[in-house]
C-alpha cells in the first residue's frame, strides 16, 4: 500500500486477555517503530527495529509487551494479559532508512485499544 | 539524553493569520534531526517538515517553515496564513543522528485552534 498499514484500527479486548496489534510498513522501509499515545498524551517510544539488528526494546514498558517483525517486513505487537491502563492508540512508524539519516517517518493511523 | 519542550499548550489564531508554535530541545549528539508532525482529531500524525542540525538553511514545506536557531536550540514551526484546517495538535520531535538511540522523542505538543 502507499502508507503504513494498521490493524485492528479498534480493538476492545476484556482486562486479562491477550492481543495482538498489527503494522504493514511502506515497502522498502527498513526501520519500523512502534508508539503508544495515551488519551491527551504525547507519544510514547515503545521499540524499534532496524533491518536485521537486534531491535531497540528499551521502550517497552513491562514484560507482557513483546513485539516482532518478520522476514524485514510485518511486524506485530503483542500485549499479554492486558490492564486498564494499557488503553491507549498504538502507532506504528516506518521510514527508509535510519542509520545515519533524517529520513522521513511516517506513522500509520493507530491501533485504537481499550481494555475493560 | 533527549529532551523536546513544547512550552504552549494551546493556541489560539485567527484564520488567515500566521502563528508560530514553540519548540526548544536538548541533545549532547553533535548530529540530529528535528520533526514537526500534525495530529488531527482522527488521530492520524501527519509529517509537515524536517531539519537537519547541520542544514545551512531553514527548511520550508508550503505554508510551513521551520526557524531554526541552533544556537537557541530551538526550532519553532511557524504556519502562515492559517486555514480552519489546520486546527490540530502539532508535536515536535527530534532523533539523533549520531548517537545509539534512533527513536523519535516527541515533545508534550500544542493544541492550535485557528478561529474564523
Known amino acids: 500500500g502507499a502508507g503504513v498499514s494498521q490493524s485492528p484500527s479498534n480493538k476492545v479486548t476484556e482486562k486479562g486477555k491477550d492481543v495482538e496489534l498489527r503494522c504493514d510498513p511502506i515497502?522498502?522501509?527498513?526501520?519500523l517503530y512502534w508508539y503508544r499515545q495515551s488519551l491527551g498524551q504525547g507519544l510514547e517510544f515503545l521499540i524499534y527495529f532496524q533491518g536485521n539488528s537486534a531491535p531497540d526494546k528499551s521502550g517497552l514498558p513491562s514484560d507482557r509487551f513483546s513485539a516482532e517483525r518478520t522476514g524485514g517486513s510485518v511486524s506485530t505487537l503483542t500485549i499479554q494479559r492486558t490492564q486498564q491502563e494499557d488503553s491507549a492508540v498504538y502507532l506504528c512508524?516506518?521510514?527508509?532508512?535510519?542509520?545515519?539519516?533524517?529520513?522521513?517517518?511516517?506513522f500509520g493511523e493507530g491501533s485504537w485499544l481499550t481494555v475493560v | 539524553a533527549q529532551k523536546i519542550t513544547q512550552t504552549q499548550p494551546g493556541m489560539f489564531v485567527q484564520e488567515k493569520e500566521a502563528v508560530t508554535l514553540d519548540c526548544t530541545y536538548d541533545t549532547s549528539d553533535p548530529s540530529y534531526g528535528l520533526f514537526w508532525y500534525k495530529q488531527p482529531s482522527s488521530g492520524e500524525m501527519i509529517f509537515l517538515i524536517y531539519?537537519?542540525?547541520?542544514?545551512?538553511q531553514n527548511a520550508t514545506e508550503g505554508r510551513y517553515s521551520l526557524n531554526f536557531q541552533k544556537a537557541r536550540k530551538s526550532a519553532n514551526l511557524v504556519i502562515s496564513a492559517s486555514q480552519l484546517g489546520d486546527s490540530a495538535m502539532y508535536f515536535c520531535?527530534?532523533?539523533?543522528?549520531?548517537?545509539?538511540?534512533?527513536?523519535?522523542?516527541f515533545g508534550s505538543g500544542t493544541q492550535l485552534t485557528v478561529l474564523p
Open positions: 520531535a527530534m532523533k539523533s543522528l549520531s548517537g545509539s538511540a534512533r527513536q523519535l522523542t
Open positions: 512508524a516506518s521510514s527508509v532508512t535510519d542509520r545515519y539519516s533524517g529520513n522521513t517517518i511516517y
Open positions: 531539519q537537519g542540525s547541520y542544514d545551512q
Open positions: 515497502s522498502g522501509h527498513t526501520a
